[in-house]
């Protein structure tokens, strides 16, 4: 069975927000599009689409295209009753913020191998099964 990738929400918005001077965003948008049909939940798509209004102001219509995007190129994984259980132990076992542990949970649930994340721990690993990366390590 071939390795499942989870993208973590601050990378979406790397790749999809171009700031002056931050090598960030083209390190994020090449290392997106490597992937093939990564996973995400829908706490991704409405964590990235508030911060594209509020704070990268962009249009709804252009928000719509990028949900239709990864609609059509993500493999979308469902919340439920046990991530939420899952989340709960994460925190007291790993300390994660509860919006990181539903995050982490929702990659475990998924079956995912890795989840790329800036904002977790490089190299970390979870329940022997999931591994942290952050693609900006020795890149930025």
């Known amino acids: ?13 790397y790749a999809l927000v171009a700031k002056d001077d ?15 049909r990564p996973w995400i939940n829908s706490q991704v798509i409405r964590e990235a689409s508030s911060n594209l209004l509020k704070k990268a102001k962009i249009e709804e219509t252009r928000l719509r295209e990028i949900i239709q995007d990864w609609y059509r190129d993500c493999e979308i994984h469902p919340s439920n009753a046990r991530q939420h259980s899952l989340a709960s132990e994460l925190r007291v076992s790993y300390t994660f913020s509860y919006w990181d542990s539903l995050i982490v949970a929702a990659a475990l649930d ?24 952050n693609p900006f390590m020795d890149r930025a």
């Not at 931050?22 to 093939?36: N, Y």
């Open 110 to 133: 998924a079956g995912c191998t890795t989840l790329f994340s800036e904002d977790m721990q490089h190299g970390r690993h979870i329940h022997r099964s999931l591994t942290i990366l």
């Open 22 to 36: 931050d090598p960030r965003h083209e390190i994020a948008a090449e290392f997106i599009l490597g992937l093939k």
């Open 1 to 13: 069975m071939p390795a499942k990738f989870f993208v973590d929400t601050n990378l979406w918005l």
